[in-house]
T-cell receptor, first 108, second 115 residues
Framework: GQQLNQSPQSMFIQEGEDVSMNCTSS?????WLWYKQDPGEGPVLLIA?????ELTSNGRLTAQFGITRKDSFLNISASIPSDVGIYFC????????FGKGTKLSVKP | SQTIHQWPATLVQPVGSPLSLECTVE??????LYWYRQAAGRGLQLLFY??????ISSEVPQNLSASRPQDRQFILSSKKLLLSDSGFYLC??????????????FGDGTRLSIL
């Protein structure tokens, strides 16, 4: 079946740093979505991508739909403490499939 | 605007007891509705989805069932809970698919603990 590999699994950020994460698939997708989940809450949609090569921003967040249609990237510029949480990618060729998430934490 | 409500927010139940979790959506008609389970704060597993009243598709065999008695109401049930049913249950809605996948929008979840 379709699988999504999301990396990194976790990362520590320092305020002001840029952050990058990505998802890759063994199959071609026609939709990529990025969500953020805060503890004890449901995921919130950040960015939706519908075309190969599409680059979309939402404030300090930028996501791209890979040209091969098998991957997507999310970048966060100038991170702030409230960026911590778990970020999920989701891709679809029919039903939506979710990655296992990237957990962002603050550097001790 | 559209909103989605799930309740209860937390639930502690003994093994073997029944379960009923409710989800309602406001501000849209004929939404697609979904139930997910999330273990240990990671990974969303689709349990059920519905494209209309009385229409339920099950993604994985399990101890749970779902029903959609009204257009914007989705219920997750069990007759006898197992320890393995513990987890974080999320309801989601999307617009009906029209030529492409629609983003799903999630409720705040129910934390279910089985003792």
């Amino acid at each position: 079946g379709q699988q999504l590999n999301q990396s990194p699994q976790s990362m520590f950020i320092q305020e002001g740093e840029d952050v990058s994460m990505n998802c890759t698939s063994s199959s071609i997708f026609n939709t990529w979505l990025w969500y953020k989940q805060d503890p004890g809450e449901g995921p919130v949609l950040l960015i939706a991508l519908y075309k190969a090569g599409e680059l979309t921003s939402n404030g300090r967040l930028t996501a791209q739909f890979g040209i091969t249609r098998k991957d997507s990237f999310l970048n966060i510029s100038a991170s702030i403490p409230s960026d911590v949480g778990i970020y999920f990618c989701a891709g679809s060729q029919g039903n939506l499939i979710f990655g296992k998430g990237t957990k962002l934490s603050v550097k001790p | 605007s559209q909103t989605i409500h799930q309740w209860p927010a937390t639930l502690v139940q003994p093994v073997g007891s029944p379960l009923s979790l409710e989800c309602t959506v406001e501000g849209t008609s004929n939404p697609n509705l979904y139930w997910y389970r999330q273990a240990a704060g990671r990974g969303l597993q689709l349990l059920f989805y519905s494209v209309g009243i009385g229409q339920i598709s099950s993604e994985v065999p399990q101890n749970l069932s779902a029903s959609r008695p009204q257009d914007r109401q989705f219920i997750l049930s069990s007759k006898k809970l197992l320890l393995s049913d513990s987890g974080f249950y999320l309801c989601a809605w999307s617009y009906p698919r029209m030529g492409g996948v629609q983003p799903q929008h999630f409720g705040d979840g129910t934390r279910l603990s089985i003792l």
